[in-house]
């Protein structure tokens, strides 16, 4: 059954380069279905790729290509649990390596604009230590780092 909630990110003509890079780089990812436009639009042609319908980790998107019109803003983030540095490794680096750029806290963005919080679960259970001061360690080291080091979290976490 289809889902009744997808989300839809608009793209300046990329859609489906970014859908299959996702697909590629994140599990439980896919490209479902490419729309081609039935007529001439706005931002393109009859022809035209104008929908790409995947998915990012089981979630469902839709990419529209419409055009220049809108960028992407820190406001929307896809957030990935990960396990251990390799993942958080694998999947940032992915990001960043195919013209994405850094940012703090785990934070990146990836070519297209979109925003990605790479966040291991050490991360998360360090700053919501019930200790408070256990939890303020891990904060302001995270608050240091652009990819999150989780040995570096665990060493704060311990003091």
Not at 37 to 55: H, I, M, N, R, S
Request: proline residues 5%; hydrophobic residues 40%; contains cysteine.
């Amino acid at each position: 059954m289809a889902s009744k909630n997808t989300v839809c990110l608009w793209f300046d003509g990329t859609a489906l380069e970014a859908a299959q890079f996702y697909a590629a780089t994140f599990p439980d990812s896919a490209v479902t279905a490419v729309h081609r436009a039935p007529g001439d639009y706005p931002a393109g042609k009859q022809g035209d790729v104008l929908t790409v319908e995947f998915t990012v980790m089981g979630i469902p998107c839709l990419g529209l290509n419409g055009g220049p019109g809108v960028q992407h803003s820190q406001a929307f983030s896809f957030q990935v649990a990960t396990d251990d540095q390799e993942e958080t490794d694998r999947l940032w680096n992915a990001i960043i390596d195919n013209g994405g750029r850094e940012n703090v806290c785990g934070w990146c963005q990836d070519k297209w604009g979109l925003s990605w919080q790479i966040t291991p679960r050490a991360l998360v259970a360090a700053i919501t230590d019930p200790d408070p001061a256990v939890a303020k360690r891990s904060f302001e080291a995270m608050m240091q780092m652009g990819k999150i080091d989780i040995a570096a979290i665990e060493a704060a976490r311990r003091g």
